[in-house]
């Protein structure tokens, strides 16, 4: 993980601080932008992913950049209305629950572009979605939770009921289902309607994992940001209380971002939104701006599952040919995962 926890963050609806550093390549003149939710920089999840495909465009183009961090919902139109003003040339806002506020600032500023992660509904000339078909990972990742469960009995949960939630979700639960059929099993999945209306209350997180485990779920997806790391702390608890039970991440590697029990996370759901953010941004470099989504999927890499790390040998051999096959399938087209809350491409 980076420690971004150390870089001049510029405060919410503050005038955004310019970094400093870099390639001193030619395109010094062209200034990018990005504006957090309010799970911030260092939440490992979607936020420091899109914020470290920002810095990576810096050292490569030699890009200027600012960057504003929210603290709340409040804070999404003045910070990104802080970006038209400093003058930026792509701005990138992350998150669904961003979208308001960078329609209103498109719409105000036509000649000004920006990029949205996780959010298709703005159709404006200046605005170019960033976008993932995440169900095709989760369901991978479904079919190794229930392929490796000991009990029979998995569990995932959202933070909020939107879309770029549920999508994980979906495809988890289908993953499963998939399972099932396909080795005439029976494994559960526990709550695939529960949220707990909150990234980042951690404490929410760890009570309904708690739960889950009470109920026999030894391997648990959280769907919820920051709030997955009180799912892990009580994964770490009930692992150091004899019982085996793991989970799976999101978004990015969970076994290279989050903070505790790494070793105890059976694989992640990855959304490459930092490449994606790189490659938005170089395309505006080079004049090539389109408000055209980007669509990540397991074809072009922009979704896909992590490694198992330390949980290798937990995860039987034939659950592991099973899922490169899967996956083959489904980049054919041979499988279709229809989610609810897939793009629609």
């Known amino acids: ?31 990018g932008c990005i504006v ?22 810096k050292d490569s183009l030699g890009i200027e950049t600012r960057d504003a961090e929210s603290q709340a919902p409040t804070d999404f139109t003045n910070n990104v209305d802080s970006m038209v003003q400093a003058g930026c040339d792509l701005t990138v806002t992350v998150g669904f629950l961003l979208s308001d506020a960078t329609k209103a600032a498109a719409e105000a500023n036509p000649d000004v572009n920006f990029a949205i992660v996780d959010d298709n509904a703005i159709e404006l000339d200046n605005v170019k ?19 490796s469960s000991e009990t029979g009995t998995v569990a ?12 994980f979700m ?14 005439g099993a029976d494994v559960k999945v526990l709550g695939a309607d529960s949220f707990v209306d909150s990234f980042d209350n951690r404490a929410a997180g ?13 391997v648990i997806m959280p769907v919820a940001g920051p709030v997955g790391l009180g799912t892990m702390e009580a994964v770490v608890e009930a692992n150091e209380g004899g019982k085996n039970v793991r989970a799976v991440w999101v978004d990015s590697d969970g076994y290279e971002t989050a ?44 979704v896909d599952l992590a490694p198992f790390h330390d949980q290798e040998a937990n995860v039987p051999e034939d659950v592991k040919s099973a899922v490169e096959d899967l996956k083959a399938k489904i980049i054919s087209g041979e499988i279709t995962i229809e989610a609810e809350s897939s793009p629609k491409q």
């Open 1 to 31: 993980m980076l420690g971004v926890s150390a870089l001049l963050l510029s405060g919410c609806g503050a005038a955004p601080e310019e970094e400093e550093g870099g390639s001193e390549a030619a395109n010094s003149d062209f200034t």
């Open 259 to 302: 903070e505790i029990g790494k070793e105890f996370i059976l694989t992640s759901v990855m959304k490459l939104m930092g490449d994606a953010v790189e490659d938005v941004i170089t395309e505006s470099v080079d004049d090539n701006f389109s408000a055209e989504p980007y669509v990540g999927t397991l074809e072009n890499g922009g």
């Open 206 to 218: 760890k009570t309904l994992t708690q739960n889950f485990i009470n109920e026999g779920a030894d």
């Open 129 to 147: 979605p960033i976008i993932y078909d995440t169900a095709q990972a989760a369901f991978l990742a479904g079919y190794v939770a229930a392929g």
């Open 156 to 167: 995932t949960y959202g933070g909020m009921n939107i879309p770029t939630v549920t999508i």
């Open 170 to 183: 979906e495809g988890f639960a289908q993953g499963v289902e998939y399972f099932n059929k396909e080795n």
């Open 36 to 57: 957090s939710d309010a799970g911030g920089w260092d939440d490992r999840s979607f936020n420091q992913s899109s914020y470290e495909g920002l810095m990576a465009a």
